[in-house]
């Protein structure tokens, strides 16, 4: 196995993904209690208590709710920035196992280099992640993934950062037309989702691909998409012809749904 990675739920009722190399279990985000993603990961026959560490993107709770359970999982490290970190552990009542780092710093864990980079979001640190694997040679090619959700615009750092991953997770938040159209969320919250500081449209995810040249791309996995606000339907019409003319394929993650396993 080289690199292989499952979206176990994408969207605003929780968001966290299982990767895998032979020697690590990680999860990139813990949006769900301990007791469902432990279910989600037994879905894939896999246990809470097989993994190594959660890399957290922010403090928002779902991206990180399962941390409240972790007590009984004290060998669980969890990497994140100081300023998430001591957010979430000031409500916490136990004492998780931190790992702290920089934004922007690259780290490694076991046989995986991450490189962090901040994105704009409402959230006290956010940031995004490439996770890379191998050494980029005949016996350990190199393989990375670029993690991009929750922002609301993405500045040039942002674009130069995942135009080199073979695997883009890029948020599809919304279509304009129908967050207008909500009668759900009152005026200010739909100013806070379109927002610099909100959550990309499927235009501003389409102006994203458009935006970057000779991407190496293999495939790119659209998520976070709003259950009321959005649909697999609308995000195929605005990005599924960007990324035809970039022969890469494209998967959209269903509102609350998740993926099989995709290996590269």
Not at 100 to 117: A, H, N, W, Y
Not at 224 to 243: K, P, Q, W
Request: hydrophobic fraction near 40%.
């Amino acid at each position: 196995m080289a690199l292989r990675f499952s979206i176990l739920g994408s969207g605003s009722s929780g968001n966290s993904a299982l990767l895998q190399t032979d020697n690590t279990r990680v999860l990139v985000d813990a949006g769900f209690s301990a007791k469902r993603l432990d279910g989600l990961l037994g879905e894939l026959g896999e246990k809470l208590e097989r993994i190594d560490a959660i890399f957290l993107t922010h403090e928002h709770g779902d991206h990180a709710a399962a941390l409240s359970g972790l007590a009984r999982y004290p060998q669980i490290r969890v990497f994140a920035n100081r300023a998430t970190s001591q957010t979430l552990q000031a409500g916490l009542k136990h004492q998780v196992s931190w790992s702290i780092f920089e934004t922007g710093q690259t780290f490694r864990f076991r046989d995986l280099e991450v490189s962090s980079f901040a994105v704009p979001h409402d959230a006290q640190e956010p940031v995004g992640f490439v996770i890379a694997h191998g050494e980029d040679d005949l016996l350990s090619p190199r393989r990375s993934i670029a993690w991009l959700t929750d922002l609301g615009h993405a500045p040039q750092h942002v674009r130069e950062r995942i135009r080199e991953a073979d695997v883009l997770v890029v948020e599809a938040n919304h279509c304009p037309v129908m967050l207008e159209a909500d009668t759900k969320r009152p005026w200010s919250t739909k100013q806070r989702i379109s927002g610099r500081h909100g959550h990309l449209s499927n235009e501003a995810a389409r102006e994203l691909l458009c935006s970057i040249t000779s991407p190496r791309w293999r495939h790119v996995f659209f998520a976070h998409l709003s259950r009321d606000c959005n649909s697999t339907a609308a995000v195929e019409a605005a990005c599924g012809a960007i990324l035809a003319t970039h022969q890469c394929g494209l998967t959209v993650v269903a509102a609350g749904g998740g993926t099989p396993f995709y290996h590269f």
